[in-house]
């Protein structure tokens, strides 16, 4: 199939958003967002980096792809509106599997209503596909890392360590396994960012927020940071799904601490406003769980802390090497 | 170098535009344009595809993928203010390296007052440099392929086949010719876009407009294509520079017709407008040519025809291979 062909192969024949004024077809996408801030992110997955041919169907490739980058916008409190998509194809693609890629990604733009507006489609050695999303928020509705402040309640979305366990599974079990886990597996493979609770909690005046992309260690540690404040985590209230105490506890705790794709969101928010956010979390059907607290602790700011067996240790970026286990 | 450390080293001090509400640093990056629609372009470099380290500094890697989008942006009637950068990163690229791409960006980004609002590092085989652009364009202001109408002037900014030019004698000549040819070869390494001219000419109120990036073969049926109207090209009229003619007539031809990254315009303007444009090139210091004119037949719409040589042949998209030469 010829470059041309392709792209035509994948250019949609509408646009959902009446915000697109230029789609593919001209040198670059114009878009009209009258009276919002513009929101913008990037997300680039290689293969044999980011994803295998052996766990990942084409189909699932682009559905991550773009689900990683609409959870970046749900982070900041925002709506994603539309993507440009750059890929770099090797040979050994064919034309339909790249077209199975495309799929995934309309198959979520459909479901979050967002239009394909532009890309680069270009020959390499190793795939790589790289996802540009623009998303609206309105003015100064902004949710940003810095805004935790003394005694708010840390919370989660979701349950955690689902993806992480999904792709073991796929990399490890057996083809029984396969079925009786399907649940992580589909939650590695087609994880759905939160993008209508965080689109109904405008009323919620402040909330710090973050997605989780690299696990909870990881994400509650940029938030400490940027905030300059000390986060206090409760291992045992953090949410796992029921089947996750099938495997080890060491496995659990990896997986829900550093276990990262999931695209739940991690977040604090007021004493006073936390009733109204559960409120908002049913109903949008979203769980939300109390995870721990956040404290001004000068000696300890921009740090994270585990509650653990008794024990209140050091929770690092990285959960995975520096925590006493 | 950790990634991090990687990325504090590439992160501005400041921002540029006040337009950035939130640059690098959350989970995504946020701007604001009233009053104006946002032009979004995505453009992806692939090291041994696109550019080869043996003609290519990574300071003029950086320096091309970044003109390439802004001349997008231009060629959209548009004003180019922030990038994102997706870069994958193979082992056998230094730090130093890298920060020379990064340092390209910037000093194109800079000339054209625009910030480095995001990005994505990531790891991977090959070198491949994606980047994203947001521009801005007033409501309604934007310039489309699909804008020529019959007898209008075709119009190209400066001179064509330059940096083809330089990508060969990079490729093939002698150290002296180095020396010779340099102003080609700065042409291949540091296109300027054409964006102070685009700019300065709103009170236009007409123009269809291309980039020239593949040739103006390519890009003239592009606009015959978008526009259904037929262009008639006199070679003759199409601007060189004078020491392309130390090089056999064949190669002038070629570079001329389908030599890309020239990051020219070509265009069409009514005759009405056309002294007017003039007067806009002089003002801010760009040559434009006229070389052809617009017209409405309709056994020919959509295709661009060529006078040289006392004949008028069809110029196919691909002027390499289906020219009568």
Redesign the interface.
């Known amino acids: 199939m010829e470059e041309f062909d392709f792209i035509r192969s994948i250019q949609p024949n509408f646009y959902r958003q009446s915000s697109v004024?230029?789609g593919i077809?001209?040198?670059?996408?114009?878009?009209?967002?009258?009276?919002e801030?513009?929101?913008?992110?990037?997300?680039?997955?290689?293969e044999d980096?980011?994803f295998s041919s052996k766990t990942t169907k084409p189909y699932h490739i682009g559905y991550r792809a773009l689900a990683a980058n609409i959870?970046?916008?749900a982070?900041?409190g925002?709506k994603p509106t539309s993507y440009?998509?750059?890929i770099?194809i090797p040979d050994s693609w064919t034309a339909d599997e790249l077209q199975e890629i495309y799929q995934g990604m309309n198959g979520l733009a459909k479901e979050c209503n967002m239009d394909l507006?532009?890309?680069?489609t270009?020959?390499?050695?190793?795939l790589?596909l790289?996802i540009?999303v623009?998303?609206t928020?309105l003015?100064g509705k902004?949710r940003?890392?810095?805004d935790a402040q003394e005694n708010d309640i840390i919370f989660v979305t979701g349950t955690l360590g689902d993806a992480a366990c999904g792709l073991h599974i796929l990399l490890n079990a057996s083809h029984t396994d396969h079925e009786k886990y399907q649940y992580f597996i589909n939650r590695h493979r087609m994880p759905m960012p939160r993008v209508s609770f965080i689109n109904q909690s405008d009323a919620i005046k402040r909330m710090s927020?973050?997605?989780i992309s690299d696990g909870i260690a990881n994400e509650a540690n940029e938030i400490a940071m940027?905030s300059d404040k000390t986060l206090i985590i409760d291992y045992d209230k953090v949410p796992s799904h029921p089947q996750l105490f099938d495997f080890s506890s060491k496995q659990k705790f990896k997986w829900t601490l550093s276990g990262g794709e999931d695209f739940e969101l991690i977040g604090t928010v007021s004493n006073r406003d936390w009733e109204q956010l559960q409120v908002i979390a049913k109903q949008t059907d979203t769980n939300i769980s109390a995870i721990g607290i956040v404290r001004n602790d000068y000696k300890k700011n921009g740090t994270v802390w585990l509650q653990h067996n008794q024990e209140l240790n050091r929770l690092e970026k990285s959960g995975y090497t520096h925590l006493r286990r």
């Open positions: 004024v230029k077809g001209d040198d670059a996408a114009i878009v009209r967002h009258t009276n801030d513009i929101i913008t992110t990037v997300d680039t997955m290689v980096v980011h959870s970046d916008i982070a900041m925002g440009v998509v750059s770099v507006i532009g890309g680069d270009v020959s390499g050695e190793q790589v790289s540009t623009l998303g928020v003015k902004a940003f890392r810095s927020l973050n997605d940027a």
